[in-house]
């Protein structure tokens, strides 16, 4: 769930602020794009891992096996199966789509002839005429489009699997919206995470710029908001509902025997990111990418919040119980974040990190003859170039 | 296939050579650009992008299959409760719109692949490195009694470099 959570903000990113026609998202979407591919490859091992029989993982899949045996569609379990997995096959499709013309650019300025030959095979022998801009232009529109809807229906979805359950704090209509804010603020942290130190160290500060940033920690505030208003509904409703169920259930999870969990959740969350109401923070990058891991910290902890207090205080006191993880669960945590890095590093290593076209739309191209009106060229397009911008406290 | 090909470093001068190129009706044009640009596609006047057709067919397709499965598998195997009627549409839907942007997304690539013509094996002629890089590109096929007539009007149009290709 945390790493499901992650990619939401690759694709709202790449996809949802494409449709908006948001510039800033130019040079920061294919590492989110990456992030979004990785974080669901990370997050598709769990439920495998948590199987019990996970060479058996293939029967949610429906297929005509030889004991005729299908999935009950009806299970939330299934239609995770079919979101994570759609969810997982459109993303990478959607990065690769984004790749062809930057592999292409690669494979022509490569003199080595045997990456020259792998990025030509990348690049599928993209040429960059205009019969295949113009269907290419087409073609990304529409998967954006697609992309669209997917990244708010699947996260829902994973919601399901909670709602569905008549277990006290998960039985909510609020969980499906709550679920996808909380995913892409956790998503925009982690792109904070990953943007900041790989702006440093690859000197791309010309190209992600502070008003790029700027506008994401922008985006961020407000998921957080929307955050912090699905926490203060949730606790409203334990109280108001006059269940007595959740209402003990609720005071347990903030005042009594998971207090610092939901506390670590709540301030880093919703007090940590109004910082982000002043621009002169907004515009740090030291207190960007600090902010960025303590929504990491509070996002993980949200999931924890969610499962461990409900499960550990159902109905019956008898069913009352603690937790605390074992060093195998630290392991498989911190695997994945291992997992998850070196696929990441192998993808910066190889694979530009900076979606080279889209740079060449949004840069003036060269004229013979200046253009009437300062600033802007033929095309009408003009990204002005953005000077050391006061405020850089790299 | 055989005719022209002329290299341009500047946008404006791309545009004037492929207008005045087309003027002289000597044969097919394709123009490279390391960007797409909406001045050449404007020049060019191809019309939409049939891609939307397999994005719709694919889309409609993946939303008939993802009802018909479930529905045809709780005919198969019915699990009766409580009288109710067997096949559930409503937990369907999510089945249902999850292969419409599978199969629709899928069907998306595979008509940008068919109609530009990809993967290509070779580079075939008429393209050259820098149309990737930072310089345009116009490759005019034609006959050999007209390439003369297309070279002299890509140069005087600002080409940096044309050359005969085959």
Sequence with gaps: MFWVGIGHAGTLISAILYLFRAGFRTTIYRCAEAMT???????GLFPILHLGRPWKFFWLIPYPNWRLI?????????????????????????????????????????????????????????????????HFARAYLFLAAFSTPLVLSVHSTVSFDFAMANTPGWHATLF????????????????????????????????????????????????????????????????????????????NRVFGQWWWAAWIMLTCNTILPLTLFWQKLRRNTTWL?????????????????????????????????????????????????GWFAMWFLLFIKNFPVVAIAEIKEIIPPPLRVAHAVEG??????????????????? | MEGIVGVFRELDATVDAVAAVKKLKAGDIRVYSPAPRHELEHLLNTGPSVVRRYTLIGGLLGATFGYWIPIWISDYWPLVVGGKVVPSWVPYTI??????????????????????????ITMTVGYDERFSNANFGVWVECPPDRQTDVSDTLKKHGA???????
Aim: charged residues 20%.
């Design chain 1, 37 to 43: 591919v990785f974080a669901i490859m990370t997050a």
């Design chain 1, 70 to 134: 299908w999935p009950q569609f009806k299970s939330p379990l299934v239609w995770d199966v079919f979101a994570i997995l759609t969810y997982l096959t459109v993303s990478a499709t959607f990065l690769y789509l984004g790749l062809l013309p930057d592999f292409a650019a690669i494979r022509d300025r490569e003199r080595d002839p045997l990456r020259k030959r792998i990025y030509g095979v990348l690049s599928f022998g993209w040429r960059n005429s205009d019969l295949e801009w113009r």
């Design chain 1, 176 to 251: 499906a919206p709550y679920f996808v804010a909380g995913a892409i603020f956790s998503g925009i942290g982690m792109v904070f995470t990953i943007i900041i130190p790989i702006r440093r160290w690859f000197n791309l500060k010309h190209y992600v710029t502070l008003n790029h940033l700027d506008a994401a920690a922008k985006l961020c505030l407000f998921t957080a908001l929307v955050v912090a208003t699905a926490y203060i509904t949730e606790f409203f409703i334990g109280w108001y509902g006059g269940n007595e169920i959740e209402h003990s259930f609720w005071y």
């Design chain 1, 289 to 337: 990418f600090t902010l960025s891991l303590f929504i990491n910290l509070g996002m993980w902890f949200e999931r924890f919040v969610i499962f461990d207090p409900s499960l550990s205080h159902e109905f019956e006191p008898w069913q009352w119980t603690r937790y605390a993880p074992t060093y195998i669960d630290w392991a498989i945590l911190l695997g994945s974040f």
């Design chain 1, 376 to 394: 802007i060229d033929v095309a009408g397009m003009h990204l002005e170039y953005e000077p050391e911008t006061p405020g850089e406290r790299d």
């Design chain 2, 95 to 120: 089945i249902s719109f999850e292969l419409m942007v599978l199969i629709g997304s899928l069907a998306t690539v595979l008509g940008l692949f068919v109609v530009s013509r990809i993967p290509r």
């Design chain 2, 160 to 166: 940096v470099e044309v050359r005969g290709e085959r």
